[in-house]
């Protein structure tokens, strides 16, 4: 007998799946970095050491650091994804699907023109 695997309605595929979760981790991530920072930096400090013409509003500064804190969430929660999704099978830590070791052979049946002694 051949089993259909049906969908259940409203259920997300993989895909779908491992992008929400890298961008709710990614947001998490540039929540949590953006409290960090901003407790210890003060955006109307940076205005004075801004050597720019224009002038950056705090608004402004926290908007770009939190998008760029972002970002790297993104990029290093995709990373993540890729590398669980692309790893190893299971059972690869306890030998499962492994290549063999490589069969150790003497020089002498490599190379017959070797000359063993000289080397030892």
């Known amino acids: 007998m051949t089993e259909t695997k049906e969908e259940l309605p409203g259920r997300w595929c993989m895909c779908?799946?491992?992008?929400?979760?890298a961008l709710w981790i990614a947001f998490l991530g540039a929540c949590l970095g953006s409290f960090v920072i901003f407790?210890?930096?003060?955006?109307e400090?940076?205005?004075?050491?801004?050597?720019?013409?224009w002038e950056m509003g705090s608004r402004l500064a926290y908007s770009l650091g939190f998008a760029f804190l972002y970002l790297v969430?993104?990029?290093?929660?995709?990373l993540t994804i890729f590398m669980v999704r692309t790893g190893p099978r299971?059972?690869?830590a306890k030998g499962a699907?492994?290549?063999?070791p490589p069969?150790?052979?003497?020089?002498?049946?490599?190379?017959?023109?070797?000359?063993?002694?000289s080397l030892k």
């Open 90 to 92: 299971r059972g690869h």
């Open 103 to 117: 069969e150790i052979r003497s020089p002498e049946e490599e190379n017959p023109d070797l000359d063993v002694d």
């Open 73 to 78: 969430s993104l990029f290093a929660s995709g």
């Open 39 to 43: 407790a210890v930096l003060d955006p």
């Open 16 to 21: 779908k799946r491992d992008f929400g979760v």
């Open 45 to 53: 400090a940076l205005n004075e050491a801004w050597v720019l013409p």
């Open 97 to 100: 699907g492994r290549w063999p």
